[in-house]
């Protein structure tokens, strides 16, 4: 490598090389520097904000000289290197992970506390990072922690939106949205104002043939956008890498305002275009499995794109290697379709700028890029019309033209005469306008495509998928079943039960292979255990049940059986089947003598999540659930017997105080909806059961943990198409407990019924969609058997052990280590220990 400073002024350098600090001592010492120099105050106004910010930048400091000597080892090891392309990271906070990963959290608690504060208000000073919606973004997230934990060469690349997921506040039992402006206090990015890239939009394409008779084509005029590279510190958990995720920021290619405009008097118009550029990077779009089509979000698609491929060519052409070893030395991952134009940027920059024959650069792309794919739901595949892709990417369309001619004539050779097939796979929707086909964009131009869960991956191959399985044989379809990462879900959100099973099996070891969780096992008849095992279990229902008490005035009791449903607010999710069934649960309740109501396992039904704030229906089901929360809760005859809470802004923060205090949660999409689900994952390996449908994860969490420790109920995927086509056609009439319900509802017993029309019409009378009415009686019948269930606290307790035990499966760096091998073909980077580790256990 290059290096700026001459020899001979080296060793200086050398010697004064930062170190990262270890002791309590230097913490403290860190601290106080930060505080009096860094933030200008003293001992005098040092507020929990502001010992965050220097306990944040003591912290930081150490990630950054751990950055660097990661980034300079892979750089002389000059392997090859993986590119995790996200439009959404949703990381949650950083410090307390940063702590845990490097092993010095005990050193920051007694250091914090010599200083006069207690670790956790400081921890809970920092604001959630949130550029992300819910699983994507989340599973991103984990990924990133599995690659630095697992020593890959790995770098993230996505946008620094000004403003990440909006706050969710809830005023009269609706959601409102407020902006989540995160920035104003941000220790954990480094802006590299000196790492820019010039982003080109609109403007036209020239083409000519050259003096050798080469066709030419020339992007020219339209506008120019600045990309500002900021970058974020990934350390892994107990080893020194520390991985990079770099977010680009948008701003005007000047730099500056315009001057003349603004002598002249005319302000408003002299910031304009300064504003027009910032606004590509301001906001994240606040849809889950949803896609919307607006040009500013193919802006921002673009945008990134092109900043990140300049970033990795650039990198790759430092290395001076033939174009042929690109593949070799790059493996470039799309989360989604969202990062689909990189495949269409890189050909670009290969056959226009760098001058490659079109079959060379192509071959070079589709074993570069790989595609996974994160749902078969219609509403959520991005497709672009073709007059707003020609208006804002000329170029980029002529080439996805050209890669859709050269596809539909391979398939022409493959399948003669099939013009059905060539229609039904072609890049191009022949409607009215036309549009680009993002998801077979992506496969056509990737050289493995794989779903999330085994049962979504078949779903992806048989339906979606199923013309180019036969195009490109089954070998280019995998799977790769999602995980979550045990640092941040287990260690991190419930430090207590990782202390005990630490105690047992020999350290936190299993932080790192979690398959050592098998070693408990033996403790699921192990009473002493199991009573730890439980009073953990109450401790972790306590602290929620105090939260609730502080955020919602309503005392739940901590004896009570805690439901939960924590996640994005959606029709496919079910969260009306939940409510529905409270509701049922109530009516019964109110329907028993005393003596029976004694009988009754007492619960709590805890709801958490945002609806999209275009997406109506699902803003209707938060306020039935309020709305049912504020009858049940005040009603005498219930009392404890039920309470109902909407758990107001969920995040990653809030998750990790909720998910450690579930007796069960529930994860009840629609069979073949939910693609993988995360949380599933994540309640389970904190010793909650739950009560599922056959979907995603849940079939392979069943697998794992045996089918006697979950509650599955309803309908099955291959029966889903039978029943709607039954709804539709034939005779559709309603569970007579759902119609119970719905006459509840209609008697304006939770308010103004007509608020809840269109919520009981989508199943009474538009068909019934998400099988609701089909799903009901199962769903009560089995929730029965959970009332039964936790009569017996034994037998419970048993069950959670077992399944604790058995979750291995599911951690993050089992999927990496799956994605490294079958998909990137990339090897981790060993790295010695010479560095300042803490070594906590
Ligand atoms: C989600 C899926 O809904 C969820 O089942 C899965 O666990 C998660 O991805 C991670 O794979 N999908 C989205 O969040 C989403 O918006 C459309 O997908 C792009």
């Known amino acids: 490598v290059e290096a700026l400073i001459p020899e001979h002024q080296r060793d200086a350098w050398k010697k004064f090389q930062a170190k990262p600090w270890v002791s309590k001592d230097d913490f403290e010492k860190e601290v106080v520097r930060h505080v009096e120099t860094t933030l200008a105050r003293s001992m005098f106004n040092c507020d929990e904000t502001a010992a965050y910010a220097a306990a944040s930048l003591a912290f930081r400091d150490r990630l950054i000289t751990e950055w660097n000597r990661t980034q300079q080892r892979q750089t002389f090891a000059d392997t090859k290197r993986v590119y995790y392309l996200s439009l959404e990271f949703l990381m949650g906070r950083a410090l307390d992970n940063a702590m845990l990963n490097v092993g010095l959290k005990n050193v920051a608690k007694e250091g914090l506390s010599e200083l006069g504060f207690r670790i956790e208000d400081i921890i809970n000073q920092e604001h959630d990072a949130a550029l992300g919606n819910g699983g994507l973004g989340r599973l991103a997230a984990c990924f990133l922690d599995s690659m630095a934990s697992l020593n890959f060469p790995a770098w993230g690349y996505g946008l620094r939106y000004k403003y990440g997921i909006f706050k969710q506040e809830i005023v009269d039992g609706y959601q409102v949205e407020v902006p989540d402006y995160w920035l104003d206090f941000n220790p954990w990015e480094f802006p590299r104002h000196d790492i820019v890239v010039d982003v080109q939009f609109y403007g036209g394409v020239r083409k000519y043939q050259d003096d050798d008779g080469k066709n030419v084509a020339v992007w020219e005029g339209g506008e120019i956008v600045r990309a500002v590279a900021y970058d974020v510190p990934i350390p892994g958990f107990n080893t020194p890498t520390t991985n990079n995720m770099r977010l680009w920021s948008s701003k005007a290619a000047s730099g500056e305002f315009d001057f003349q405009k603004f002598n002249s008097g005319d302000y408003e118009s002299s910031v304009a275009d300064q504003q027009r550029a910032e606004t590509i990077s301001a906001v994240l779009y606040p849809n889950d499995n949803l896609d919307r089509g607006k040009e500013l979000r193919l802006k921002q698609q673009y945008f990134w794109v092109a900043a990140s491929l300049y970033d990795i060519v650039r990198r790759f052409k430092k290395s001076k290697r033939a174009w042929s ?150 070998d280019k379809f995998t799977n790769v079943t999602n995980g979550i990462t045990p640092r941040r879900w287990l260690h991190q959100a419930n430090p207590r039960l990782s202390e005990l099973i630490a105690s047992k099996t020999g350290g936190l070891g299993f932080l790192k292979d979690l398959n050592v969780l098998n070693e408990l096992e033996k403790f699921a008849d192990d009473k002493e255990f199991k009573k730890e095992w439980a009073e953990i279990k109450y401790a972790n229902k306590v602290k929620l049940a105090k939260y609730i008490k502080s955020t919602t005035g309503v005392t739940v009791n901590p004896s009570a059986l805690f439901d939960i449903q924590v996640k994005r607010i959606h029709e496919y999710k079910r969260q009306q089947l939940n409510i529905f069934g409270v509701i049922h649960r109530y009516l019964t309740i109110k329907a028993m003598t005393a003596e029976e109501r004694k009988k009754l396992a007492p619960r709590v039904s805890i709801f958490g999540g945002k609806a999209a704030p275009g997406y109506w229906m699902a803003k209707t089901i938060i306020h039935l659930i309020n709305n049912v929360g504020a009858v049940v809760n005040k009603d005498p005859d219930v009392g404890d017997l039920l309470k109902v809470i909407f ?74 198409e039978d029943l709607r086509h039954t709804h539709n056609y034939g005779s559709h009439t309603l569970d007579p407990d759902l119609v119970k319900v719905f006459d509840l509802i209609k008697s304006d017993a939770f308010g103004d019924a007509g608020a809840f029309g269109a919520l009981t019409g989508s199943i009474e009378d538009h068909g019934d969609y998400y099988l609701v009415s089909d799903d009901f009686h199962s769903y009560i019948k089995t929730q029965a058997l959970v009332d039964e269930a936790y009569k017996n606290q034994d037998e419970w307790i048993t069950k959670t052990i077992l399944s604790v035990a058995r979750m291995g499966f599911f951690s993050s760096d089992r999927c990496i280590n799956e994605y490294a091998e079958m998909i990137w073909n990339v090897e981790p980077l060993p790295v010695e220990k010479e560095s300042g580790l803490g070594k906590e256990e």
């Open 325 to 474: 070893e690109f593949p070799d030395q790059i493996a470039i991952q799309l989360n989604d379709t969202h990062p689909t134009l990189a495949i269409v940027e890189l050909q670009r920059i290969l056959i226009d700028m760098e001058g490659l024959d079109w079959d060379e650069a192509w071959a070079i792309v589709t074993n570069t890029f790989g595609y996974t794919n994160h749902t078969v739901l219609p509403e959520a595949l991005e497709k672009w019309s073709v007059p707003l892709f020609q208006n804002l990417l000329p170029r980029h369309l002529q080439i996805i033209y050209d890669i859709n001619m050269f596809f539909l004539q391979s398939v022409e050779r493959k399948f003669p005469g099939d013009r059905d097939m060539l229609a039904r796979v072609s890049i191009i929707e022949e409607s009215q306008p036309k549009m680009v086909r993002m998801a077979f964009l992506a496969i056509v131009g990737s050289h493995k495509v794989n779903g999330v869960a085994e049962l979504h991956s078949d779903l992806i191959r048989t339906t979606i998928f199923k013309d180019f399985v036969k195009i490109f044989g089954p």
């Open 647 to 720: 758990l107001e802004d969920y995040n990653v923060s809030k998750a990790e105080i909720i998910t450690p205090a579930s007796d069960i949660s529930e994860h009840i999409s629609t069979a073949g909806t939910e693609a993988s689900g995360t949380s599933n994952m994540k309640f389970v390996l904190n010793g909650g059961l739950i009560i599922g449908t056959c979907d995603g994860a849940n079939i392979e969490i069943t697998r794992e943990i045996g089918e006697n420790n979950i509650f599955l109920f309803g309908n099955l995927a291959e029966d889903v």
